[in-house]
């Protein structure tokens, strides 16, 4: 029996990995899980302890992903999580560890998670993405156009996954000069004739407008193999996982020993799949969400009360991929501490589709919550700045903005004979302004990006305009 992925919200048929991976939301509005996680035993931990990064990586997607023959899994992974394509390591990094750990004090660690071409956490999972999606597509006979809106990050990491793989094009949507120089020369440098960057002469949410009017026109989307490789994602769920448990082995005296993680949060993808390796047995003691100005996680976490924002009243921040007002991930938490109780989820969800907060007190769920480990704290610029500084002077390690939030809300947070692993998001040099802002000097980067400003860029502008766009993918696609 291969595994069962069930929508959150119960009216959605059951289906299989292969099945869900290439799709977006479930046909209920509701987001795919596992009907049930794995566990794995103390002694298959303890078996697991050794393992390199790719050993580790089977042994845990092979459970997700049972409806792929395990020795083409293997192959996949062989391919993805490599030392050539996590290449931007840091002086002293096993290249092989793929996510090395660094010790800022006995018990305080930072895990790497930014040595990916695009120098953030993204890659890890949208890596190996690229790789299946190339497979499964290639079984079905079938292709798939990608459409997407960025602000930098998250364009950027799929299509360095996408670029050059069979079957796919990549058709990203960006707000014209609002990203910053690096970011926009990351996308824009790329020559793959697969990979389209379209500049929209306006704001990101205009460029997300225009995806949904895409995906919302059923026929074209059905005509053109229209998809999305969004955070809700569940093959990038999956793939976060396994770091969490590289991390514990690294981190553990003694396989048993507890263990906190801090997560800086945005769409609650990253923090999601620590919660699963939780569930999947994994001795995590607390998983600190942190959050920057833009604190619907944290009030949630805090309160009880799910209230998510506008646009409007969504700040732009100095750790700008957490600006987030609704965190598409948080549905699939939920989902968990009601039990699955798809009823009761759905009814909460109506409202929160309506623009509506909801409140967990009420339902009784608020008593429950305290099983998950959940803590959280919310993260200023001032603060920011201070902890960039601070980790400079203390250990002399420059992180990144989005690193800081989640290494300040960890120190709010720690417990004595407890380590404490921050996940490193992103690498500082991504974020030259605001770590000028807190040093005085430039991070360093990576001597391959050297001058990546200046590499020709390959563009199309475009105006607000779907029928615009409609028709530069029909003209790219052809009738397939
Ligand atoms: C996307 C991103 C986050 C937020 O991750 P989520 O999975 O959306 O919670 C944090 N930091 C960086 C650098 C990111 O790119």
Redesign the pocket.
């Known amino acids: 029996m291969k595994m069962q992925y069930v929508s959150t919200r119960g009216l959605a048929p059951a289906q299989t990995f292969s099945q869900i991976l290439l799709g977006g939301l479930a046909s209920d509005g509701g987001l795919y899980l596992p009907d049930q996680y794995p566990v794995f035993r103390p002694d298959e931990l303890a078996a697991m302890q050794r393992m390199t990064y790719r050993e580790l990586a089977v042994t845990i997607l092979s459970r997700f992903a049972d409806d792929i023959p395990v020795e083409d899994l293997r192959a996949l992974i062989e391919k993805t999580w490599t030392p050539d394509v996590f290449g931007y390591a840091r002086a002293g990094d096993d290249m092989n560890d793929i996510t090395p750990l660094h010790t800022l004090e006995p018990g305080l660690h930072l895990l790497a998670l930014?040595n990916g071409p695009t120098l953030?956490?993204?890659d890890v999972a949208m890596q190996w993405l690229g790789h299946l999606f190339e497979y499964v597509l290639a079984r079905n006979n079938s292709t798939l156009n990608i459409v997407g809106a960025t602000s930098g990050?998250?364009g950027s990491?799929a299509e360095y996954a996408m670029r050059g793989k069979r079957g796919i094009r990549v058709f990203m949507l960006s707000p014209r000069g609002k990203m910053t120089p690096f970011q926009t020369a990351q996308m824009y440098s790329l020559q793959d004739d697969n990979i389209f960057n379209i500049a929209v002469n306006g704001v990101f949410d205009d460029c997300q407008d225009m995806v949904k009017a895409i995906s919302n026109d059923l026929p074209f989307k059905e005509t053109y193999h229209i998809g999305a490789v969004n955070?809700i994602n569940w093959g990038r769920i999956a793939a976060?996982i396994v770091y969490y448990f590289k991390a514990y082995f690294s981190a553990a005296d003694h396989v048993g020993q507890q263990i906190s993680f801090a997560?800086?949060?945005?769409?609650?993808?990253?923090?999601?799949?620590g919660h699963i390796a939780r569930m999947m047995g994994l001795p995590i003691a607390k998983l600190v969400v942190a959050t920057n100005e833009n604190d619907v996680l944290d009030e949630f976490f805090t309160t009880g009360i799910y209230r998510p924002r506008v646009a409007a009243q969504t700040w732009h921040t100095s750790?700008p991929?957490?600006d987030?007002s609704k965190?598409?991930?948080f549905e699939r938490f939920i989902a968990d501490v009601l039990g699955r109780d798809s009823m009761a989820l759905r009814e909460l969800w109506q409202q929160v589709d309506r623009g509506e907060a909801i409140d967990l007190r009420a339902k009784g769920v608020w008593e429950r919550m305290s099983a998950y480990g959940m803590v959280s704290g919310a993260n200023t610029h001032a603060s920011r700045i201070a902890t960039i500084r601070h980790t400079w002077q203390k250990y002399g390690t420059v992180i990144?903005p989005?690193?800081a939030d989640g290494l300040a809300v960890a120190l709010a947070n720690r417990e004595s004979g407890v380590p404490m692993v921050v996940l490193e998001?992103?690498q500082p040099a991504?974020f030259d302004d605001t770590v000028r802002e807190a040093l005085g000097f430039l991070p360093q980067r990576p001597a391959a990006l050297a001058g990546l400003e200046n590499l020709p860029q390959r563009f199309v502008e475009m105006g607000i305009d779907v029928v615009q766009l409609k028709r530069m993918i029909v003209s790219k696609t052809g009738w397939e």
């Open positions: 930014s953030a956490f993204k990050d998250t990491a955070s976060q997560v800086p949060s945005g769409n609650f993808g990253n923090a999601c799949a750790s991929s957490m987030i965190a598409s991930n990144d989005h690193t998001t992103a991504k």
